[in-house]
């Protein structure tokens, strides 16, 4: 069976995994930590432990469990001050790190809960610590949610200490097929995995293809008004010059009343692909209508996204 890894955290990768585990292979979950919004900064701040809002939503993407189970665990105590709206996956994790210390011994026991059962999610990192944005007028911004809240551009992103990379993650980018970076806020979700240099040195000794699954979207503050090509540009400012091998992303245009409210009320525009640039540079281009509307919100159909990744994965031989 062949093996993925696949890098984000929160909703981006979610989405992608809701597709992907539908396929026949093995696949690893590599999230990010650093969130300190809501629920999850909350907990961080009680508890003195790494964030676990990513976690356990990439974790109900990946479960065969019933639509009860899901919404259970999806399921907040808006009601009672006390518990504070915390959803009870996140407090199942908290609870499973309080017991056992980390998340390598906590998450095969919610993984057993929630069935996963053709692949796993490991952690970038067991360590707590928080994002710090650098802006281009050099302002400092300290925590995830303060970085996607600010009005200034962010053009850097590293952490507020030193990283101990999860050793699994080193394996499995090793044991990889292909190596995909997740659609997902470049700056908060995928960038956090590429600050480590021994992390990024590790992925491009690799011999697997490197991809890269593009936003449908650009994000105020951080990519405002960027082609599919200059999102690459900015993994590689940490990955390195010629790295990604191939990108899927979306062709077909976006056309509604959703487009325009996303245009004008947040200042998201579509990611526009810019084919002649990337065949220059050799990379390879899967496109496709990838977009569906699901609860008022454009997301990645995820069916079809998994599909071009299994397909391309099926083809190229590491």
Do not use: W
Request: glycine residues 6%.
């Amino acid at each position: 069976m062949k093996k993925i890894v696949i890098f984000g955290g929160g909703s981006g990768l979610s989405q992608i995994l809701k597709g992907l585990k539908l396929f026949p292979i093995d696949i690893t979950a590599v999230v990010s930590v650093s969130d300190n919004g809501r629920s999850t900064g909350r907990l961080r701040k009680e508890m003195h432990q790494p964030a676990v809002g990513d976690i356990t939503k990439v974790m109900l993407s990946m479960a065969n469990v019933n639509d009860d189970l899901v919404n259970l665990m999806n399921y907040r105590f808006t009601k009672s001050k006390t518990l504070g709206n915390h959803s009870i996956k996140n407090l199942l994790l908290t609870a499973l790190l309080d017991m056992k210390g980390n998340f390598a011994n906590s998450l095969p026991v919610l993984e057993d809960i929630l069935d996963i059962t053709n692949g796993k999610i490991l952690p970038l990192t067991e360590d707590s610590v928080n994002l710090v944005g650098i802006t281009e007028d050099g302002k400092t911004i300290v925590g995830e949610e303060q970085i996607t809240k600010s009005k200034h551009k962010v053009v850097k992103i590293k952490y507020d200490k030193e990283i101990n990379v999860n050793p699994k993650v080193f394996q499995a980018v090793n044991d990889a097929d292909l190596i995909i970076f997740s659609s997902g806020s470049l700056f908060t979700s995928i960038i956090p995995h590429l600050i480590d240099q021994k992390l990024v040195t590790k992925i491009n000794e690799a011999k697997a293809k490197k991809m890269y699954i593009c936003n449908l979207f650009t994000q105020p503050g951080e990519t405002d008004g960027l082609k599919v090509s200059e999102h690459i540009d900015i993994l590689e400012q940490y990955l390195g010059t010629n790295t990604i091998d191939v990108v899927v992303t979306n062709s077909k245009p976006m056309r509604s009343d959703l487009a325009e409210k996303y245009s004008t009320d947040e200042q998201k525009d579509p990611v526009l692909l810019d084919s002649d640039v990337l065949e220059k540079r050799n990379i390879h281009v899967i496109s496709d209508k990838l977009y569906t509307i699901e609860g008022g919100y454009y997301r990645h159909d995820s069916l079809k996204t998994a599909y071009l990744v299994f397909s391309y994965l099926m083809e190229n031989e590491k």
